[in-house]
């Protein structure tokens, strides 16, 4: 896993305290990419662990004003959008069919994913799907195991 350096962070986002940072997170069972998009469209990425609690602090600690953060919905649940929204944040928990993919087949990475996301969510091209409640995510999970059973 890549190094989180707080002070390179920290230099990128010096002299746009004022401006809006939008965030794009890929989100994995071990790791999250996270890319960083200031108002003049520059983006850094660094790798953290797949814990919510981290990543609201490392976010936090820039100091810096987010307008949204985003990621794209799947099997790791709606965890860390629950947790971000508590702490504050603006969260878009987007369709993986409601994002814009390009026409031609190129490189796909982890890092270049997060990028789009927050290059998406700056531009104001992602809509959130609902956020299910813990309850109600208990309650679909233990239907959809039910229905595996049955089938």
């Not at 890549?2 to 997170?25: P, V």
């Not at 981290?54 to 810096?64: H, P």
């Not at 919905?73 to 409601?98: E, M, N, Y």
């Not at 026409?103 to 091209?125: F, H, P, Q």
């Amino acid at each position: 896993m890549a190094k989180f350096s707080l002070s390179k962070l920290r230099t990128f986002a010096k002299g746009f305290e004022g401006d809006l940072f939008s965030i794009g997170l890929d989100v994995h069972k071990r790791s999250y990419h996270i890319a960083l998009r200031r108002a003049d469209n520059q983006t850094i990425t660094w790798v953290s662990p797949a814990n919510s609690e981290c990543v609201a602090d490392q976010i936090e600690d820039l100091g810096i004003k987010v307008d949204c953060i985003a990621y794209e919905a799947g099997p790791t649940g709606f965890g860390l959008a629950r947790f971000l929204d508590r702490a504050g944040h603006k969260v878009i928990v987007a369709a993986p069919s409601r994002i814009p993919r390009p026409t031609t087949s190129g490189a796909k990475t982890d890092r270049l994913d997060c990028i789009k996301l927050a290059e998406y969510a700056a531009k104001g091209m992602l809509k959130s799907i609902a956020v299910l409640s813990e309850e109600l995510e208990a309650e679909r999970s233990l239907a959809r195991r039910r229905h595996q059973l049955v089938d």
